[in-house]
């Protein structure tokens, strides 16, 4: 560990300097999203020929919409695993950084999903985007692995075991959900791509019989 | 409450990164309302050909300075809301996700209608960008009345049911303002755009017996 | 103030969350500086072919430079200014805000500048850079005398009036400078332009004798 | 020391914001390396053509990968610099900007790089990206030698000899890989451009006895 040298009481802002860090790339990505929607230029215009052109951008805005949740939930997660960190390590840093990797590129997925979302008869812009998720939330249980793990001693104390697949579970609802989505669209474009809607729903009542399983444990213990 | 599991003593920064990330995207937000803020290519530039593009934007110039102090205003609003929050819940995360959903698409509509400042004769922009006042004020009131509701159990002390009426009303000054100002424009359009200059008075000087009502009530109880 | 029910032991950190999010609007309008920068795209690239489109952007790497240490001063200038700092009010956001309105047009402001750094013979683009340096001094001055102010209540301990001069004379020193390098470039447009560079070794050399009365007279005190 | 009269307790908030500051500038510097993802445009889109059109950016995302990784190993190289620091001086501050000034500049020399890709024939791109990688080195030794520079009086505690000059040979790995990938890729481009693959091989295992040898010093120490 390059660290080994720092005085003791400057570690917890050491760490905390990673969450800055990483809630500012966070907060650009999040805010990027945004950069698709570009303004647009009418040559004459008049209400009726500018709402004709805003109306077109209504699937852009639902798209928006859903990636800026998505970021939003993976920002709430690692909001969530960072909760239980008391120490870093040089290996947490660069788990931490190909996370925001992944992170940073959903602004051009998300933009390449939304230029061709009335192109309908396509199925790359979303398989694209699909593989960005997915690699998100790969990274994502990689670094709640990497920190839950008790032999790396950078926990505040230590996760039952439940509440480590607990989390883990969490991190596959997105994944999967979007990997089913595009199985359908590729023959239901409509229907698969309305099928991410359910996420919010899994998470909030398909979990609740794992995350009171996980809680009574730990209070048994 | 997926939360649960965290150790008491990382639950201050736990809170504060809501706030840092909140306030990492206002700064993005507030910072690309400049970005339609495009330098004028003039092909065989005189001082005075460029002045001439530039006059031109004096509008954008002041509309860019509104909706400055409109996200400025929100973000001086969420910071005094926050002031009384003590915990945080799942649901806190995606209210306060909601309400920066609405503040990020604000560089867009104020940027459309910095685009058609100059077609006077158009009311969509200004709607939309009404329409979306109206949102981030409605995702703010939301916020505060979740906060402020001891039934969450999130707040640092108990608020008078005063001074949670007093944040409703300061959040509504902008809204209803900007409401008014839109149905006078389709009559009068240069008079309806002038009545947000308005807002700043009636927050200083309108909402000062309320203000006093509220401290006053909260000192006897 | 609307403030007056918070809980004090949240003071603090709301008062950081305010320089929170100016080193948030600090650190996007100095990175969006170098976006003016685009890289230029030749049809039939060849090394020398690019060399020779690059080589007209040297010019603007030394604005850049320059428009870099101006934000990047002001910010050290809102660093020390804040460090005065132990309360807050509601005008203390809002002159914090304005002078970021200032902060945040700088990079368009630059990019003007930039543009049409070639053309020797306009002086409009570098007239309004420098009335934005003007303009962001300004606000700069008025904040300083805002917080040194013992009537507003907001300072770790009271500042001698020698140092709170010396502040304000700090502040005048970039604009003061190129007021001047405006007016030379007026006439002698490539020796107006070179005055800034004097900039640095003013404020390390000729601010020494009062540095050291205000912190003379600091020590009597 | 224009910072002499700040209260004493003020001095641990200063000193952190500087770190605010700075993550945040390299947060926006590392999304920002992004934006040269621009979504393609195809007129009659099918998956074939827009496949073709994206194949051709896979060197677009490996050359951003490393970018990002440089960037983010700066960024971790800065967190560990800033890990001894307990007091600041204005030199530090503009020794951070000017650190800061090169790491802006990175998204676009990254981006030019990217631009002339698959031109491989040229060599001034890979040679422009070179000189920001080997200025951003020095401008961090340059920061390291300050910091750790006990005459200046800024460090938590005295760092040994051999932990200084270790952190020197952190701070050469990148530039000096990259020079030898420059110098090799005048005449076998392919090889040369892998050569900073290397770069994390050498930092894990290259550095080991070194690293050892320091930790043990400072024990017996």
Redesign the interface.
């Known amino acids: 560990m390059?660290?080994?040298?720092?005085?003791s009481?400057?570690l917890h802002?050491?760490l905390?300097?990673?969450?800055?860090?990483t809630?500012?790339?966070?907060?650009?990505?999040?805010?990027?999203?945004?950069i698709?929607?570009k303004?647009?230029?009418v040559e004459h215009?008049?209400?009726a020929a500018?709402?004709d052109r805003?109306a077109h951008m209504g699937l852009l805005l639902l798209g928006f919409?859903i990636s800026?949740?998505i970021v939003?939930y993976y920002?709430?997660v690692h909001?969530?695993i960072?909760?239980?960190v008391?120490k870093y390590t040089?290996r947490l840093?660069?788990l931490n950084?190909m996370f925001?990797?992944s992170v940073?590129?959903l602004?051009?997925t998300s933009?390449?999903l939304g230029?061709?979302a009335s192109?309908t008869?396509?199925?790359?812009?979303y398989g694209?985007y699909v593989v960005n998720i997915c690699f998100t939330a790969l990274m994502n249980a990689l670094l709640w692995f990497y920190v839950s793990n008790p032999k790396h001693d950078i926990l505040?104390?230590k996760?039952?075991r439940e509440?480590i697949l607990?989390?883990f579970y969490?991190t596959l609802v997105v994944p999967i959900l979007f990997v089913i989505s595009f199985v359908v669209s590729l023959y239901e474009p409509t229907i698969g791509r309305l099928i991410p809607i359910l996420i919010p729903i899994v998470l909030k009542y398909g979990m609740t019989g794992l995350?009171a399983r996980?809680?009574a444990n730990?209070k048994s213990a």
Chains 1, 2, 3, 4 share one sequence.
């Open positions: 390059a660290e080994a040298g720092h005085s009481n400057k802002f050491q905390d300097r990673i969450s800055f860090f809630d500012g790339v966070f907060a650009i990505a999040i805010t990027l999203l945004v698709e929607f303004v647009p230029i215009p008049t209400d500018l709402w805003l919409l800026f949740c939003g920002w709430s909001h969530r960072f909760g239980y008391e040089s840093i660069w950084l925001l990797f940073v590129l602004p051009f933009g390449l230029e061709y192109e008869h396509l199925h790359l812009p694209i505040t104390h996760i039952s509440r607990l989390g969490f995350t996980a809680a730990e």
